[in-house]
């Protein structure tokens, strides 16, 4: 079974939109840490947020926001006024607090096109 | 701001080649992980490290890998037989203790023809 679950392969929006990634995970843990990951063209990982599991108040950064909700397993990412500079593949990952050296889990991403 | 660092930033190297990945983690850090993603698809842990000795691997990881620490700075990924099915972008990532993000450097990006 997948631990991160992002079940939208590709969306494409037009610049201005605003746009909701998705993110399910499955953990028996208590405690965990959530992270967004934005993976641009050139390949990096730039870390966008953490989350750990005690924390359900949603945040916003700018033109970014994410909601965490433990009762549906889900930690979401809203791009507001979307730009084409975050054209990117954004992955969602898990890492089971206490084990395994906190390896972390990853979705299979979510490619995203922002359109002029 | 301290970061992992990884070389070369792109290997091509024949099927049947031995290669090794360098990284070189924060310097206080005391955790270190290998991933791979294969293009286009998700990043795929491979191997942790701690104390000098692996505390896990996946299933991906079998005997042509091998990971070392050779010097207290340097931490290496090696490779001893590459196949074409190796291509893929390795990242290396580390933790300090007590914290629980793990801090990614760029990625190799190793193409094996």
């Known amino acids: 079974a997948q631990k991160v679950t992002q079940a939208q392969t590709e969306i494409s929006v037009v610049e201005k939109e605003d746009v909701t990634l998705d993110c399910v995970y499955e953990?028996?843990?208590?405690?965990?840490?959530l992270f967004w990951y934005k993976q641009p063209p050139s390949g990096e990982l730039v870390f966008l947020i953490r989350?750990?599991?005690?924390?359900?108040q949603n945040e916003i950064s700018g033109r970014y926001s994410w909601n965490f909700q433990k009762s549906t397993s889900s930690f979401n990412f809203t791009i507001t006024a979307s730009q084409v500079v975050d054209s990117a593949v954004y992955f969602c990952?898990?890492?089971?607090?206490?084990?395994?050296?906190?390896?972390?889990?990853f979705g299979s991403g979510t490619k995203l096109n922002v359109k002029p | 701001e301290p970061e992992v660092t990884q070389t070369p930033s792109h290997q091509v190297t024949q099927m049947g080649q031995e290669v090794i990945l360098r990284c070189v983690p924060i310097?206080?850090?005391?955790?270190f992980y290998w991933y791979r993603q294969i293009l286009g698809q998700k990043v795929e842990f491979l191997v942790s490290?701690?104390?000098?000795?692996?505390?896990?691997k996946s299933e991906i990881f079998d005997d042509q890998f091998s990971v070392e620490r050779p010097d207290g700075s340097n931490f290496t990924l090696k490779i001893r037989s590459t196949k074409l099915e190796d291509s893929a972008m390795y990242f290396c990532?580390?933790?300090?203790?007590?914290?629980?993000?793990?801090?990614f450097g760029p990625g190799t990006r190793l193409t094996v023809t």
């Open positions: 490290f701690y104390n000098n000795e692996i505390s896990e």
């Open positions: 990952a898990l890492s089971e607090v206490g084990r395994n050296f906190n390896k972390f889990y």
């Open positions: 953990t028996r843990d208590t405690t965990y840490y």
């Open positions: 990532a580390s933790t300090a203790w007590g914290t629980y993000e793990q801090y």
């Open positions: 310097s206080n850090h005391l955790y």
């Open positions: 989350r750990n599991s005690f924390d359900e």
